[in-house]
């Protein structure tokens, strides 16, 4: 990817046919569905690739167990169906994980083995492996530091573990590869229209500070929590549609589970779920439901709800974690559906819907990463459906993502590159394949690459979404910023003043990863 070739091609384009607004996983996720289908695309994010919600989840591609409790079977149906299908086109960035459900009293085990059975039913032949009740013993072999006071046994079930942000480079690598342009730092800033139908977008490059204008047959908006921001451009007077709801993780040391299978707690204080999930060497503790009144780019944790991860994943914990203890913190943002009703955040569903405005604008509201490949083809036959697009099936349950390889070693942090792993270690000498950190994995080659092949501009994008290390290590990203920084401007050919201006907005940033 190269984004002086993407404003190239701007100018060679007199109408899309589809312009996409947004780049996070439905975004990405349409944009990679059009040019299967062989419609003429162009991606828009006012940021990075994937720095909304899409790098800020649990990292699970999974059916939902908490969905299955809330009895949201077709959601249930439907995310095992796209786990199975992301799991076979994008086996080196999908693992199979198992999970195990402690319990303490005699009726949970039964209860969570039945509920786990019709689990795996539902997935049918794209199961990833049987669910079994297991002994108080066993359950402490396979998580030895599970909480033993009053144990009685658990239950393992299986789901997919990815690294969400890299599903989001992969996708955009993907679409680039079928011929779409997408530009990063493009932020619309109004819709096109010819009486009352939309035909295109206003938007600024806020690297090159330039406006510009682009007509297309369709305009999808696929900007997640922001997504009434754009419907408002079409139909200012329109009622409340989303509201955000926020979810926290904080990350742990290794020590905290010992163990390569994820802990799921299966009712806490508010009647939620919460995972405890081994990744990339560290641990991911999470999440939280709390209405926001207002959206926000850089969404921060509150002391809530840290105190909260930390007192119900501490029940289950023999070696229990402090706030001082945290390695990062990180906040999403849910675009839930407003309801009338008084229904609590956690009682919305996670389903997508499609919005067709009478304008002809498309909006996605809701969804989950597991989900975005349904949630990309919807959107597409929506606008297929108002005749704004030539009728072409949908072909992205077969189509393999960028780097695809069977068999990757998922000890090897290399292996989110899939088949192209060596191509990124020889960009430079051999000494540029040393991690410039003992705690998170970083190195030249990877800085190199994520320059030229996947338009990093800033050291946020390196350091946040490139490679996850604010997500695991906050602190020790700080350190390493300004070694990552000089090596971006001698590839960008930048100056100390460059240099100066990207640490002091990162350190910025970092302070809301910080505990
Ligand atoms: C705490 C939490 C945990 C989750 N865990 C999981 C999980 O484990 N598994 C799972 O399947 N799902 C999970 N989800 C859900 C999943 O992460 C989201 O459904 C998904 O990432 C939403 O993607 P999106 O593309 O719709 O939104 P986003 O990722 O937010 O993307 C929208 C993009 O639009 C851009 N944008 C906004 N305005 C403009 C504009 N004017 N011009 C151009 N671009 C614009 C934004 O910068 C942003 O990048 C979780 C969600 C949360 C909050």
Redesign the pocket.
Same mark, same amino acid.
């Given at each position: 990817m190269n984004r002086s070739d993407s404003l190239v091609n701007l100018n060679k384009v007199d109408q899309w046919d589809i312009i996409v607004?947004? *780049?996070?996983? %439905?975004?990405l996720g349409i944009a990679v569905d059009a040019s299967k289908r062989g419609y003429k695309t162009l991606l828009?994010?006012?940021?990075d690739f *994937?720095?909304?919600? %899409?790098s800020? %989840?649990?990292?699970?591609?999974?059916g939902g167990v908490r969905y299955l409790q809330n009895g949201d079977i077709t959601l249930v149906i439907e995310s095992l169906k796209e786990r199975g299908i992301l799991k076979r086109n994008a086996p080196h960035l999908v693992r199979d994980l198992s999970f195990v459900i402690p319990s303490y009293d005699w009726w949970s085990s039964p209860f969570y083995g039945i509920g786990m059975k019709i689990y795996d039913m539902m997935a049918g032949n794209l199961g990833l492996g049987k669910s079994i009740m297991i002994s108080k013993k066993e359950t402490i072999k396979l998580i030895p530091n599970v909480n033993k006071k009053g144990l009685r046994g658990g239950v393992i079930y299986h789901d997919g573990q990815f690294d969400?942000s890299r599903m989001a480079m992969t996708l955009a690598l993907t679409a680039d590869s079928k011929k779409t342009t997408l530009l990063n730092y493009? %932020?619309?800033e109004n819709l096109l229209k010819d009486q009352d139908e939309v035909i295109g977008v206003k938007f600024h490059d806020n690297i090159n500070f330039k406006k510009y204008e682009a007509r297309s047959k369709v305009v999808i908006n696929?900007?997640?929590?922001?997504a009434e921001?754009?419907i408002r451009m079409d139909q200012p007077d329109i009622d409340k549609m989303i509201q955000p709801s926020q *979810?926290v993780?904080i990350v742990l040391e290794k020590k905290f589970l010992k163990s390569k299978h994820a802990i799921l707690i299966p009712q806490t204080s508010d009647g939620r779920v919460l995972f405890a999930v081994p990744w990339k060497n560290y641990v991911v503790v999470?999440?939280t439901d709390t209405q926001v009144k207002k959206a926000s780019?850089e969404p921060k944790p509150l002391k809530d709800e840290i105190e909260f991860i930390l007192n119900n994943a501490s029940k289950y914990m023999s070696l229990k974690p402090k706030m001082t203890d945290i390695k990062s913190v990180f906040a *999403?943002?849910?675009?839930l559906a407003a309801t009338s009703n008084k229904k609590s955040t956690k009682e919305v569903s996670r389903s997508h819907k499609i919005d067709i405005a009478p304008s002809g604008l498309i909006s996605?509201l809701g969804?989950?990463?597991?989900t975005y490949r349904k949630i990309a083809e919807d959107a597409i036959d929506s606008a297929i459906s108002i005749n704004k697009l030539k009728k072409k099936k949908c072909k992205t349950e077969k189509t393999k993502l960028f780097g695809f390889k069977k068999r990757v070693e998922w000890s090897d942090p290399m292996h989110i590159y899939g088949s192209l792993k060596s191509k990124v270690e020889s960009l430079g000498g051999s000494t540029d394949n040393t991690s410039l950190s003992d705690k998170i994995f970083i190195t030249n080659n990877i800085i190199k690459w994520s320059i030229i092949h996947e338009m990093a501009m800033t050291l946020e994008d390196i350091l946040a979404r490139r490679t996850r290390c604010i997500f695991l290590d906050a602190e020790e990203s700080k350190r390493i910023a300004p070694m990552v920084a000089k090596k971006m401007a001698e590839i960008l050919e930048k100056d100390q003043k460059w240099i100066d201006k990207e640490l002091k907005n990162f350190n910025k940033l970092i302070k809301n990863y910080i505990v």
């Open positions: 607004i947004g *780049g996070g996983a %439905s975004g828009l994010e006012k940021y *994937g720095k909304g919600t %899409s800020r %989840s649990t990292k699970l591609i999974h969400d493009c %932020s619309v696929a900007t997640g929590v922001f921001d754009i *979810g993780h999470g999440t780019d *999403g943002l849910r675009p996605v969804g989950k990463w597991t």
